[in-house]
């Protein structure tokens, strides 16, 4: 497919280009801080009408808030923060006494998510954590059935293994949901598969079908997973 060509090259491209630091200046420059609407907006319209970036996007991102306004979740749990977009669409809708922990591996890509999560006003309630699960899951150190809601976004290839050990980890409760992007592009056939096999079971999966991010031609699918224990 045309995609596992251009997949690779656009990342090793956005890689180098400066985009994020480019975004940072402009989140922080042309916003008021506190302004978590206009930072928001800020983003959607940079990775729009200038660059475009991974984040989940305001159609994919309307999906999400929904299923975080359905759930009410008190702690949540994100996995691959980037640029911080996500992580500021929950903060806007979840709950006020809610907690955020978003994990991301890339320690640059944090301190920018950070700066833009601080400038936004919403540094109080979203914690940014420099570590993949495996790693984080000692330091974190949440009860056992404590974790109430999960986005799944980072690579695509530790999505099942990642579910996996959020099952094993004990944290999740019977109503906890998650919510993965990108799981028909740049997709995660493993995860898919996995939550078909466990219909019912371990899980009840809902199905949206959407757009990939900030275009109105590649089809993606976000899932959201209710876990039945
Ligand atoms: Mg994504």
């Not at 930072?39 to 959607?44: G, K, L, R, S, W």
């Not at 992007?181 to 219909?199: M, S």
Request: charged share 25%; proline share 4%; glycine share 6%.
């Amino acid at each position: 497919m045309w995609h596992s060509v251009i997949n690779p090259v656009l990342r090793i491209f956005t890689r180098f280009d400066r985009r994020e630091e480019e975004l940072v200046d402009v989140v922080t420059t042309s916003t008021t801080p506190g302004d978590l609407d206009a930072v928001i907006d800020a983003i959607d319209d940079f990775a729009r009408n200038r660059k475009w970036l991974m984040n989940v996007g305001d159609e994919k991102g309307a999906i999400l808030d929904a299923a975080i306004v359905r759930s009410q979740p008190r702690l949540l749990l994100e996995l691959g923060t980037y640029m911080g977009y996500s992580a500021l669409r929950t903060a806007r809708v979840m709950p006020d006494q809610a907690r955020l922990f978003t994990l991301e591996v890339d320690p640059v890509r944090a301190a920018m998510a950070q700066k833009i999560l601080a400038h936004a006003g919403v540094a109080d309630r979203v914690t940014v954590v420099v570590a993949g699960l495996g790693d984080a899951m000692n330091d974190l150190g949440f009860e056992t059935g404590s974790v109430d809601f999960v986005f799944v976004d980072h690579r695509k290839d530790l999505y099942l293994p990642d579910l996996q050990r959020l099952e094993r980890s004990g944290w999740l409760h019977p109503g906890s949901v998650v919510v993965a992007d990108n799981v028909k592009y740049p997709g995660a056939p493993e995860y898919r598969k996995y939550l078909r096999q466990a219909e019912g079971r371990t899980w009840r999966t809902v199905t949206h079908h959407c757009h990939a991010e900030y275009q109105s031609v590649i089809r993606d699918i976000v899932l959201e997973s209710q876990f039945l224990g």
